[in-house]
């Protein structure tokens, strides 16, 4: 069976013009290139060199393959070449853009994972608010975006929902519904909402404004920090309250009007048309198990 070995030392005695040369610029015994070219005939069932001469000459067979030879050499190469490509098309550089919300436990997991998989791979996580990260991604400032749904659809970019962020609601332990054993909707509606909207004044989707009174922000953290100086009640995500420190002021209501928790759709956006090396490939796999376990 013929192997690139055969047609490498086959093309360099054609170039050399001796088969002692063509030893010495390949690194092996004169023996062992005489011996390849021989197998190589017996192989073919052609002759190859004519080597009545001093010096072994291509016979019109060997001058025939040459060009042939040459261009096997060269596509294996080519066929070398891409594989290798592909086997490192890992981005030496990744850019996250995440709203504030979600940075919880798992996504720093996900990146730890990530860390073992990419080491070479250097990430950058931005925090951005999930109105603005559709922009980011598409206009190639960013290469990969986790947002909360507001109910609109964003366009020019590709989403993928990956879950649903849980909520609850809080208040200052020293909050007048604090006190209440069970909290109704219209005993929220008589004290000061801290609402979370967008920069548009856009309220989040599913987190339904109940009291006429408000003080409104576009960030969680903002909410967290106003409850906390006991200014009203609001809705947090959960991981932000679960891991708040064991003197916090913050409780959480026992809301007697609705047993669901509620909750935020979650989407990952990408570039539709974008290339995707191989860690990107990876975060856009791995991040659909961002909430196939508890938020925390």
């Not at 001093?54 to 067979?61: A, C, E, G, S, V």
């Not at 001058?63 to 981005?91: C, G, I, K, W, Y």
Request: aromatic share 6%; net charge negative; with cysteine.
């Amino acid at each position: 069976m013929l192997s690139l070995q055969q047609l490498r030392v086959f093309v360099v005695c054609a170039e050399e013009g001796t088969f002692s040369s063509a030893a010495r610029k390949l690194g092996k015994a004169q023996s062992v290139v005489s011996h390849t070219i021989a197998n190589l005939e017996i192989d073919l069932n052609l002759e190859l060199f004519d080597r009545t001469t001093r010096n072994p000459k291509l016979t019109k067979h060997g001058a025939r393959l040459l060009p042939h030879a040459r261009a096997t050499l060269q596509q294996s190469q080519e066929f070398h070449s891409v594989a290798h490509s592909m086997d490192l098309d890992n981005e030496s550089e990744l850019e996250i853009a995440v709203d504030p919300s979600l940075l919880f436990s798992n996504l720093y997991k996900l990146l730890d994972r990530f860390n073992l998989q990419f080491p070479e791979t250097n990430l950058t996580l931005n925090v951005a608010k999930s109105c603005d990260i559709p922009h980011l991604v598409k206009s190639g400032q960013t290469h990969f975006g986790l947002m909360l749904i507001d109910g609109t659809m964003p366009t020019g970019v590709e989403l993928g929902l990956l879950g649903h962020l849980p909520f609850c609601v809080v208040a200052h332990h020293n909050h007048p519904l604090s006190q209440l054993k069970s909290v109704t909707r219209s005993s929220l509606a008589l004290h000061r909402q801290l609402v979370f909207q967008s920069t548009e004044g856009k309220p989040a989707a599913l987190l339904p404004e109940i009291s006429p009174h408000k003080y409104c922000s576009n960030d969680f953290t903002v909410i967290r920090d106003m409850a906390e100086l006991n200014l009203g009640w609001g809705y947090l995500p959960t991981h932000i309250l679960e891991n708040m420190p064991a003197n916090s002021p913050l409780v959480k209501l026992p809301i007697s009007f609705d047993i669901q928790t509620w909750t935020i759709p979650v989407d990952r956006v990408m570039q539709i048309d974008g290339i995707r090396g191989s860690a990107l490939k990876w975060l856009e796999a791995e991040s659909r198990n961002l909430f196939s376990v508890a938020v925390k």
